[in-house]
């Protein structure tokens, strides 16, 4: 549940970029913003050996916390340079931006979906049938 629940806030921060995004489209040298949280998961993922904890290093043998669990992964919001610039140095495609909100709705619908469903069985363990 602690990932859904990192996976629902970067989602809520992705629907605020997009429609930054969205109202700055004609905005003189705006350069679109991203966020960065699914990379960062999989990584996460990837460096625990499917344990569900992080190793991270120690800095010193007196350090009390020497593990970060996957739900600690947060997003990151990045500006994006690469993208090609319109001639008033803005670079958001609004088809674009439109289409990765219309996404990311279904994305956190199915999230919630997916919460729901952990919670009913959470409900079914303590309760019964």
């Known amino acids: 549940m602690a990932a859904l629940q990192s996976a629902l806030d970067a989602a809520q921060l992705r629907q605020q970029v997009y429609a930054n995004n969205i109202a700055n489209a004609n905005t003189p040298g ?15 993922i990837a460096q625990s050996n499917g344990s569900g904890t992080l190793a991270m290093l120690q800095n010193s043998s007196s350090d009390l916390s020497t593990v970060q669990t996957l739900q ?40 919630v979906t997916e919460l729901n469903n952990q919670f009913t069985l959470l409900r079914t363990a303590i309760l019964g049938s």
């Open 30 to 44: 705006y350069h679109r913003e991203t966020v960065q949280f699914n990379s960062l998961l999989q990584q996460a």
């Open 72 to 111: 600690n992964v947060a997003p990151v919001v990045t500006v994006d340079q690469n993208t090609a610039v319109s001639s008033n140095g803005n670079n958001v495609n609004l088809d674009a931006e439109m289409s990765g909100l219309a996404m990311n709705q279904l994305d956190a619908a199915a999230m």
